[in-house]
């Protein structure tokens, strides 16, 4: 064979083998949905705190999103300080593409709800 044939089928190869990943990347099983978020009297305030991480992880993200992709969490962990003021933890979240590692923070509310204190990536 002379080599401007082997060229065209080694480069024939690559496509072929190139195209069939790309397929089979973008047929990756999509993971569960996060369970919806419910705030029940049952559920401590930590409890509460985790629903709504989970819940709203997308809109907490300073990083959004890629390729069409939708964030979950793999991991999360919480605390409160000692008089139950803050709840705070760490929480660990993809994409499909993407990973990411968070650490935030919640006030508790004397009414027994929660507000935002900060939420960075680390």
């Known amino acids: 064979m002379n ?7 080694l480069l024939l190869l690559l496509l072929i ?13 999509v993971p569960p949905p996060n369970p919806p978020i419910t705030n029940t009297p049952q559920l401590n305030m930590e ?9 709203h992880i997308s809109e907490l993200s ?3 999103e890629v390729l069409g992709g939708k964030f979950y969490v ?5 605390k409160k300080f000692l008089d ?3 709840i705070y933890g ?13 650490t935030f923070a919640f006030n508790v509310l004397p009414d027994k709800t929660f507000s935002l ?5 680390k």
């Open 47 to 55: 409890e509460a705190v985790k629903n709504y991480v989970i819940g």
């Open 17 to 29: 083998v190139s195209g069939g990943l790309f397929f089979y990347l973008r047929s990756a099983p």
């Open 3 to 9: 080599a401007r044939l082997k060229k065209f089928i």
């Open 62 to 64: 300073p990083q959004k």
């Open 74 to 78: 793999t991991k999360i962990t919480t």
């Open 84 to 86: 139950g003021s803050i």
């Open 90 to 102: 760490d929480v660990s979240y993809e994409d499909g593409h993407n990973g990411y590692s968070a």
């Open 117 to 121: 204190k900060s939420f960075s990536i």
